[in-house]
T-cell receptor, first 111, second 117 residues
Framework: TQLLEQSPQFLSIQEGENLTVYCNSS?????LQWYRQEPGEGPVLLVT?????EVKKLKRLTFQFGDARKDSSLHITAAQTGDTGLYLC???????????FGTGTKLQVIP | GAVVSQHPSWVICKSGTSVKIECRSL??????MFWYRQFPKQSLMLMAT?????????EQGVEKDKFLINHASLTLSTLTVTSAHPEDSSFYIC?????????????FGPGTRLTVT
């Protein structure tokens, strides 16, 4: 069974602070996605990383895929209250195999 | 593009009745749809994977006779919770992907909140 552990599980920070969320596994993934989910809604895709060592930026969000494609990180610069939500990483083993979701990180940004 | 809808968004039903939830891909053909269950403040738990025209593959511990999944077309999958009980109350989310187009990401519906009284 593939497992994706996210850390921290919960994070509460002040607006303007920086933070990093980690997604770790012992398994290799062909790609990895990051999603943000708000209460009562479905997850929204933020980014897909495919190549080991790849770094993608989405405004204040920076995503990195580990060289061995087993882990990933999400860094948010100058967090805003609108960043509040549940962040989920999801690893894809390719083809018709199912996607494995991480344990989730609940982020709360306080004004 | 890649919009997925779910209907209904919220349903309350009595114990013992059945409830059907629809999942539609609105602007692409979904070769595969996934059904998830999510408890408060937790991650998504995959229930089953359905490919168009074939039987769904259920995850271990998920009762296939209780959670009936039908993927009759490339744009529609349904989940029927049969003889619902209060412990079935949860947030059910579907997602869709189109491997034929190289669309490897899953796109999620907005979810359906089921409350069984």
């Amino acid at each position: 069974t593939q497992l994706l552990e996210q850390s921290p599980q919960f994070l509460s920070i002040q607006e303007g602070e920086n933070l990093t969320v980690y997604c770790n596994s012992s398994s290799v993934f062909s790609s990895l996605q990051w999603y943000r989910q708000e209460p009562g809604e479905g997850p929204v895709l933020l980014v897909t990383v495919v190549t080991g060592g790849e770094v993608k930026k989405l405004k204040r969000l920076t995503f990195q895929f580990g060289d061995a494609r087993k882990d990933s990180s999400l860094h948010i610069t100058a967090a805003q209250t609108g960043d509040t939500g549940l962040y989920l990483c999801a690893g894809d083993s390719g083809g018709y195999q199912k996607v494995t979701f991480g344990t989730g990180t609940k982020l709360q940004v306080i004004p | 593009g890649a919009v997925v809808s779910q209907h209904p968004s919220w349903v309350i039903c009595k114990s013992g009745t059945s409830v059907k939830i629809e999942c539609r891909s609105l602007d692409f053909q979904a070769t595969t749809m996934f059904w998830y269950r999510q408890f408060p403040k937790q991650s998504l738990m995959l229930m089953a994977t359905s490919n168009e025209g074939s039987k769904a593959t259920y995850e271990q511990g998920v009762e296939k006779d209780k959670f009936l999944i039908n993927h009759a077309s490339l744009t529609l999958s349904t989940l029927t919770v049969t003889s619902a009980h209060p412990e079935d109350s949860s947030f059910y989310i579907c997602s869709a992907r189109d491997l034929g187009r190289g669309l490897y990401e899953q796109y999620f519906g907005p979810g359906t909140r089921l409350t069984v009284t």
